[in-house]
């Protein structure tokens, strides 16, 4: 018996590829933003302290404490607690907060265009599960 | 806020969502559910969920 080989329909849709080419045009424009590029100014100077590393690697060791369930002294939350707001209080990450207001306000903008001309609630239900500290 | 460039880039995504098939059997659906009164009960408890993550985050 012959055994033909199966063709597998084409992954991309032409209308996915339509969504996909509009959200690629919208994403190339957002990125072209003052807001944006502020915004990824600030978070490249976050990311790259060596200070702010140190203390989000320390925030992530009490995070999964609390997440095993392992704080019956409630140390970790404390001591999580105070390492937020050492990391708050430090000039990059003040510096940073503005920019992120602002281009949060843009995305939300967008967000209002996009859902309204859509018919349905944009980002709600593009949200990914899970959650994160600037992940 | 938006310049005039970035708002036909966003309404032109939407409007392109709007028309595909995804989301006209989603709307279509969300009609049928919001005709059926159990449903429509389970569909207004959901946006309450979605509302109040919004707020959350």
């Given amino acids: 018996m012959d055994v033909q080989p199966v063709i597998s329909p084409p992954i991309t849709q032409p209308q996915t590829a339509e969504v996909l080419g509009t959200a690629r045009a919208l994403g190339e424009r957002l990125s072209q933003t003052p807001e944006y590029r502020a915004f990824m100014g600030a978070l ?11 203390l989000y690697a320390e925030m992530r060791a009490h995070q999964n404490a609390l997440q095993r369930g392992c704080d019956a002294d409630g140390q970790h939350a404390a001591e ?4 937020e707001l050492e990391m708050e209080d430090l000039p990059l990450v003040k ?9 949060s306000l843009l995305f939300r903008a967008v967000d209002e265009v996009i859902s309204k001309a859509a018919g349905i609630p944009f980002a709600p239900n593009a949200k990914r599960s899970g959650c994160g500290y600037g992940g | 806020m938006l310049t005039e460039e970035l708002h036909t880039a966003a309404r032109t995504l939407g409007e392109t969502l ?14 049928d559910c919001k005709a059926d009164p159990e449903a429509a009960a389970l569909e207004a408890a959901q946006g309450i969920i979605v509302d109040q993550k919004e707020k959350l985050h």
């Avoid at chain 1, 510096?95 to 602002?102: A, I, L, S, T, V």
């Fill in chain 1, 44 to 54: 490249k100077a976050v990311n790259s302290d060596l200070t702010a590393k140190k």
């Fill in chain 1, 95 to 103: 510096e940073y907060r503005q920019p992120e207001k602002e281009v």
């Fill in chain 2, 18 to 31: 709007h028309t595909s098939d995804v989301v006209q059997k989603y709307l279509s659906a969300l009609a």
């Fill in chain 1, 80 to 83: 999580l607690n105070r390492l």
